[in-house]
């Protein structure tokens, strides 16, 4: 495995590997979520290309920049067991060079509600850096994870708007064996936190469990269900619960398919967001957990 660190050298790199390519974009601090996105590009691509970068550029000055959970090693050893060819780390500097000017900022409701209105900026930082990735390392496809569901649905609508030739593959949540979706910033948590971090799980199971009993349930039945879990544990501050088109995120009020059930809650000093996939054909998508 290779681990190229400029833009200049990873150009050279992917011109001279084999196609299709694949990328899976991370910020480092592997968890199986990531690892699983990596496994399914080496099972469908010739070449597969692994970025970490902690983007300064989607955290807001009030976040956890400067503390979110750096193993540069422990990540490459991971990685090239899952079998990546190449690993692209670029530092701040090399990603935003002095004078950098340009930025890709969403617009419409897309970027209005939910993980916008609680991270304003993020998703230009977001948007910002995977089109500069996708430009760097040109892969064939790219690999997501659901549990950032609308961070997916907001690269989706730039990928179309602005033409870039990149399939995206979107693939399951990866759950601890409790439900907990995996994420980086579940290293914030002590044990008393991390026991109380399920609650999110539990709310999204809840919602889910008054569709099954009463499909003509309201939206908003469904909210109350999920908000009355949350507050039942101490240690969760709910942010937002709520259920809306997965494509557009704009919040339904009929209950129909496909939906999605999104939640984000704070637990001690992590802030962590999860949710359950309607599917048009009145299917679930709610991650698969960890064996």
Known sequence: MRVIETVAEMRVARREIASPGGLVP????LHAGHLSLARAARAECATV????????????????????????PRDLNLLASAGVDLVFTPTAAE???????????????????????????????????????FQIVAPDVAYFGQKDAQQVAVIRRMTADLNLPVE???????????????????AYLN?????????????LEAGQALIAS????SAQRVIE??????????????????VCDPDTFAPLEALRAPAILAIAARVGPARL???FLLRADGTWETGARVV
Request: charge should be neutral; aromatic fraction near 8%; avoid cysteine.
């Open 26 to 29: 991370t910020m480092g601090y």
């Open 49 to 72: 290309v692994a970025s970490i970068f902690v983007n300064p550029a989607q955290f807001g000055p009030n976040e956890d920049l400067s503390r979110y959970p750096r193993d540069l």
């Open 95 to 133: 990603m935003y060079p002095a004078g950098f000017a340009t930025y890709v900022e969403p617009d419409g409701a897309l970027t209005e509600r939910l993980e916008a209105a609680a991270r304003p900026g993020h998703f230009r930082g977001v948007a910002t850096v995977v089109t500069k990735l």
């Open 168 to 186: 995206l593959r979107v693939l399951p949540t990866v759950r601890e064996r409790d439900g907990l979706a995996m994420s980086s910033r579940n």
């Open 191 to 203: 044990s008393e936190e991390r026991a109380a971090a399920v609650v999110l799980y539990r709310a």
């Open 214 to 217: 009463d499909p003509a349930a």
């Open 225 to 242: 269900a999920m908000r009355g879990v949350i507050a039942a544990e101490p240690r969760a501050r709910l942010e937002y619960a709520d």
């Open 273 to 275: 967001i999860d949710n």
